[in-house]
């Protein structure tokens, strides 16, 4: 296993073959701008494991990414709706993506951390993370400069992740207000849940019958079961 990624390692008991995504918990923003999004990280298949021994393997980076992505052109309908819709939607291909590496604050240490990055439009793009007073513990902060989110949003940021195809997504984001600098607190803890939604599609967040890996607390793997009743179990390890 590479020591810089977690891994989720799903097992289906039920009898039948499953589509399995898995996603990240929301993220907190401030100052709040209205509706959170989140997106598949990614979505596989996987048949009885009894049967066969197969299973699933989601690969996630364990750095924390700041992440932005511009929708200016073409305008996107799909996003207007998406958190009303079934979560079918899907980013557009086309779209200008970003990401930075960058620390979260953390309550003591003699190493300030890398926790400040200044989102830029035009390119798009995400300055070298910096140290900034003030942003509270577990977040980071992007600094979003004036543009107009009407009448539709064309920007969105926030906490990004990298898959082991290196697929960069941006997981849980939102429209940010302008000219202001946005908090955001992500933590690492991912979801799965059953159902076709590949990497990339836009999610009606809902953490009901899921199976929650939690890699806040030590585990570098964490096996995922779905059982034949139609629960998750899980079982972490190092």
Do not use: W
Request: proline share 8%; net charge neutral.
């Amino acid at each position: 296993m590479n020591s810089l990624s977690y891994q989720i390692i799903v097992q289906n008991l039920s009898q039948t073959a499953q589509y399995f995504y898995v996603f990240q918990k929301q993220a907190t923003f401030e100052p709040s701008a209205g509706t959170i999004y989140c997106c598949s990280l990614g979505c596989q298949n996987v048949g009885n494991y009894g049967n066969s021994g197969a299973q699933i393997v989601f690969g996630l980076d364990k750095q924390i990414y700041a992440g932005a992505i511009s929708t200016a052109a073409p305008p996107p309908p799909s996003l207007a709706t998406a958190s009303a819709s079934s979560g079918t939607s899907r980013l557009l291909v086309s779209n200008a993506t970003t990401k930075q590496a960058i620390s979260l604050t953390t309550g003591a240490g003699s190493n300030p951390p890398t926790n400040f990055t200044e989102l830029t439009l035009s390119p798009l793009g995400l300055s070298a993370p910096t140290y900034q007073s003030g942003i509270s513990v577990g977040a980071f902060a992007i600094n979003v400069p004036p543009y107009t989110p009407a009448p539709l949003p064309t920007l969105f940021c926030g906490v990004a992740a990298v898959n082991t195809n290196q697929a960069v997504i941006l997981s849980s984001f939102v429209a940010p207000v302008p000219n202001a600098t946005m908090n955001c607190s992500p933590e690492q803890v991912f979801f799965v849940k059953t159902g076709y939604q590949p990497a990339g599609n836009l999610l009606t967040y809902d953490e009901g019958n899921s199976a929650r890996c939690d890699f806040t607390i030590g585990f570098a793997t964490i096996i995922a079961t779905y059982n034949s009743n139609g629960t998750f179990s899980t079982t972490g390890g190092s």
